[in-house]
Structures are given as C-alpha cells and as structure tokens.
C-alpha cells in the first residue's frame, strides 16, 4: 500500500525559505519509472502543479515558480524535500505530495497535505 | 506552458442528472489527460486518465472522452456522493491543471 505524508511550519514570515518533507511508503524512488511531485492549492483556488522529481535524480520545476523551487530526493530515507525560497502571502496554501504512477504517468496517490500560512 | 480552460465554472444539476464537464488544451495533448473529483477539506481523487481510462473502484456512472485539445467528463446519473468540485489535468508536456468545475445541488 503506497502513502504518502507532507511535513513542514504551519507559518512562515514573507521572504522567509519554505521547507516541506514528503515521507513515502509502498514504493521505492529507485524503480524505473517512478517519480513524486509536489502540488499545491490556494484556499478556494485550483490546483498548481509544483516541481517533480524522478527515480533517475532527474527534476522538473514549473515555469513561472522554477527559480525559487528546489527538489530532492533521499531514496534511503524515502523523502523528497522541497524548498521554496522567498516566500509571500500569496503563496498561503496546502501543500501536497503525490506518487506519480510509473506505467500509467498519473498522479494516483496524494500525501493529505499540509496546510502553510504565510503571515508576519 | 499549456493551458486547460474547464466550462463551465460551477454547474447546478439535482441527482439523477446527466452532468457533462467540457476541459480544452491550449494545445494537443494526445489523450494525456486525467479528472479528479475533490471534495471540501479532501485530497484530490483521481477518476479517469488517459482521457477514458476509468480508475479501479471509481463508479462506472463516471466516464471520460476526448482526444487532442477536447475532452469532456460524463456523469451518467448523478448521485448525492457526486457534490463536488471536478479538475481536469494535462500530462502530456509537464503538467497542468483546469481551474475547476463546482457540481452543485440545484
């Protein structure tokens, strides 16, 4: 059974560098094919597809977040770790993790999700 | 970047409705596309992908069609678990998603 669990601050001052940790279970990051990525959902808006990173170390980052996006895996400890620097309010969201299925290429599983406040 | 555009925004339906949920690319996508349902305060579900694979355990009442830039989710009778709001998402260049259909009760 795959799971997934987002862990980070409820709170974070603007300008500040978000770091939220993804622990998985039921997979491994080293199989072929597989990948985890990182979603995220303003209150009372849509989804926003984050950055994702795949078995092989190869990363993927949104276009208009990429130069304040970091991922990582540690495939040992199995989580991926995102950074997301300079953060501002708008960036008040919950924050997903997902696995990405390695045949079927879709986000079947999601982490529930953790809830980030940006406030001073 | 590829855009997905939903219509309509929200949707006011009552149980036993045929619901249709129209998602358009800004550019072809072949039939990577998936639908999620999400419920308030809930993770997203994954429905449909591949434009009308239908997910283990999702209600065959739930189908998707479409290829290239047009797709469109089906709710063949709408039931009272169906409430809800309903995202599509390309997967075919990165990946993006529509910005939502609310199913509300009429």
């Known amino acids: 059974q795959i799971t997934l669990k987002e862990s980070g601050p409820t709170v974070v001052k603007p300008t500040q560098t978000l770091t939220l940790t993804c622990i998985f279970s039921g997979f491994s990051l080293n199989t072929s094919g597989v990948a985890v990525v990182w979603i995220r959902q303003p209150p009372g808006k849509a989804l926003e597809w984050l950055a994702l990173i795949y078995w092989d170390d190869d990363k993927r980052y949104s276009s208009s977040l990429k130069n304040r996006l970091t991922i990582t895996k540690d495939t040992s400890k199995n989580q991926v770790v995102l950074t997301m620097t300079n953060m501002d309010p708008v960036d008040t969201a919950t924050y997903y993790c997902a696995h990405r299925d390695a045949t079927r290429r879709v986000f079947g599983i999601w982490g529930q999700g953790t809830m980030v406040t940006v406030s001073s | 970047d590829i855009q997905m555009t939903q219509s309509p925004s929200t949707l006011s339906a009552s149980v036993g409705d045929r619901v249709t949920i129209t998602c358009r690319a800004s550019q072809a996508i072949n039939v990577w596309l998936a639908w999620f349902q999400q419920k308030p305060g809930k993770v997203p579900k994954l429905l449909i992908y591949?434009?009308?694979s239908l997910e283990s355990g999702v209600p065959s009442r739930f189908s998707g069609s479409g290829s290239g830039t047009e797709f469109t989710l089906t709710i063949s009778s709408l039931q009272p678990d169906d409430f809800a709001t309903y995202y599509c998402?390309?997967?075919?260049?990165?990946?993006?998603f529509g910005q939502g259909t609310k199913v509300e009760i009429k």
């Open positions: 998402q390309q997967y075919n260049t990165h990946w993006t």
């Open positions: 591949k434009a009308s």
